[in-house]
């Protein structure tokens, strides 16, 4: 169908209905949308099933209204209360409403993303499912935020952020102090959760070693791969045991101004972590296969979604440079770094493409991944062999002893200290 998202196609879809003519009739249309992976189930039960054996797979469920034994608000409330399965939108489907159900959707509306009314046509189908995903998305606008004082200006920028602005949500933050109000908030609000700020600096070191097991633990659910993690800090010294952890670091004295794009950046990041994901497995084959101009097209349409995502442009750099495209591929690595300093592999492109070709790195960016990246190995070797190229011999020998000190066995290091010596 016309204008119908081509990366929704791609979603595992579960049709929960009694009626064998109604999921025949469904499972037809969906597959005319161009969906390939359709479920069924004939009542709540069996759904529920089938989602305990997919988990995350599943991206969108159908369900009836009026089933037997578990109805649909049941099977809702059920999903619900399970962290791995609480992410897919859910559609409701119906063909008549009694009275005992009005208090019961009522109570559910927050977490119903949308009503089909029966009969309904391909048209209104492929309506409601965008309008559903887009809902689920939304629904997730908690922030929260880890640390002593909320910034002033982020609290500012939170009142001014139109990307916020349209939930009409007014308590949109969620102040965690310490780890003792962590287990609370995390049973009432992680589902709500659109991002995770950690003020690291204001955080006890003991603190900060329990909440990383957390964010660890976080990281692998289906929510955590959804959900942005942005670490503040003043310097690089306090990141230590959150390096690599989050996908964004931030100095906390920025302007409101700076806070409103960031706020921006993380809703449009949040609301298309979906699509970049699948679109991530999609490009797979394409780079697979070295068919570097096809890959290029998938990347685009992931910068267009998440202008702002690391890893994207970090892969936008790969690709480039395949392509000799070099000065484009120096760009996005760049872009990488200054979202992410903390990440190793932009460094580490970088500075492979500065000793194939004339690009060489500015000093403040090779002091960087010194810095940002203290214990990696391949950072500092490959910043070791720049050097040496800049003919900077003691800087490299430097490098090389830093790397030593980290990893004593390391061949080409010692190989390349001896040939400097």
């Not at 007014?170 to 109000?181: F, G, M, P, V, Y």
Request: charged share 25%; hydrophobic share 40%; proline share 5%.
């Amino acid at each position: 169908m016309k204008g119908y998202h081509k990366i929704l196609k791609n979603m595992a879809i579960l049709i929960a209905d009694p009626n064998s003519k109604t999921r025949q009739t469904l499972r037809k249309m969906l597959t005319s949308l161009g969906h390939q992976t359709i479920l069924e189930a004939k009542n709540s039960e069996e759904a529920f099933k089938l989602m305990q054996i997919q988990k995350s797979r599943i991206r969108l469920i159908l369900s009836d209204l009026q089933m037997p034994q578990m109805d649909g608000l049941e099977f809702l409330k059920k999903v619900s209360e399970s962290p791995s399965l609480n992410l897919a939108p859910f559609l409701l489907m119906t063909s008549g409403l009694f009275d005992s159900h009005f208090k019961k959707i009522k109570k559910n509306s927050e977490r119903i993303d949308g009503f089909l009314g029966k009969p309904f046509g391909q048209s209104r189908l492929a309506q409601s499912i965008q309008q559903a995903s887009i809902h689920r998305a939304k629904c997730r606008y908690k922030i929260l935020f880890f640390g002593e004082t909320v910034p002033t200006a982020f609290a500012q920028a939170l009142d001014k952020s139109q990307a916020l602005k349209r939930f009409k949500i007014q308590s949109k933050i969620e102040t965690i102090r310490s780890l003792e109000n962590f287990e609370h908030s995390r049973k009432i609000y992680f589902n709500f959760s659109g991002a995770w700020l950690i003020d690291v600096s204001s955080i006890s070191a003991e603190d900060q070693v329990a909440l990383r097991k957390e964010v660890l633990k976080f990281k692998k659910t289906p929510l955590g791969t959804l959900t942005p993690i942005v670490c503040l800090h003043r310097n690089s010294q306090t990141l230590s045991l959150f390096r690599g952890l989050c996908e964004r670091y931030w100095n906390p004295t920025q302007k409101t101004q700076d806070w409103i794009q960031l706020l921006n950046e993380i809703e449009a990041q949040k609301n298309s972590a979906w699509e970049i994901e699948f679109l991530f497995h999609y490009v797979k084959p394409s780079l697979q296969q070295k068919n570097w101009e096809k890959a290029w097209k998938v990347v685009q349409s992931m910068l267009t979604l998440s202008p702002a995502h690391p890893d994207v442009h970090t892969l936008a750099g790969d690709v480039l440079g395949s392509m000799n495209r070099f000065p484009k591929a120096v760009q996005h690595y760049e872009i990488a770094i200054e979202l992410n300093p903390t990440h190793p592999r932009p460094y580490i492109q970088l500075f492979l493409l500065a000793q194939k070709g004339d690009f060489l790195p500015r000093p403040e960016q090779i002091e960087s991944a010194t810095q940002y990246c203290p214990k990696n190995a391949d950072v500092f070797f490959t910043a070791a062999v720049l050097q040496k190229k800049l003919g900077d011999y003691p800087q490299a020998q430097a490098l090389l002893y830093s790397l030593l000190e980290v990893n004593p066995w390391h061949t080409k290091a010692r190989s390349l200290l001896k040939a400097l010596c």
